[in-house]
């Protein structure tokens, strides 16, 4: 099974930039397809940014052009790299893995597409 845990997470000032990470263990060769998610409080859980095996890239318009998601396959290491942070940002941030390839551009963004789960890291971004 894999197994993942995120880490910095941290609070910052709009404007500022973390850089998440989510290290996987375990099965790896299984986790074709990973995500990045967040929840915020009282709202649904959102998919911010996907990317499968060879590299290519999925994001939500609301962090198009700020966030970067990548992913070192010699560490089984994905990263959200975030910049130009704004308090609308604040949320738990999860990462996410699955097995399958999502279909289309819309997919990745189902949160009972991926069948394994971080434990979140909090993001607060102050104004």
């Known amino acids: 099974q894999v197994h993942l845990v995120e880490s910095g997470g941290g609070s910052v000032q709009a404007g500022g930039s973390l850089r998440l990470s989510c290290a996987a263990s375990g099965y790896t060769y299984s986790s074709v397809y990973m995500g990045w998610f967040r929840q915020a409080p009282g709202k649904e859980r959102e998919g911010v940014a996907g990317?499968?095996?060879?590299?290519?890239?999925n994001y939500a318009d609301s962090v198009k052009g700020r966030f970067t998601i990548t992913k070192d396959n010699t560490k089984n290491t994905l990263y959200l790299q975030m910049n130009s942070l704004k308090p609308e940002d604040t949320a738990i941030y999860y990462c996410a893995a699955t097995p399958y390839i999502p279909p289309d551009g819309r997919t990745w963004r189902r949160q009972d597409w991926y069948n394994r789960w971080g434990q979140g890291t909090q993001v607060t971004v102050s104004s």
């Open positions: 990317i499968d095996s060879n590299g290519n890239t």
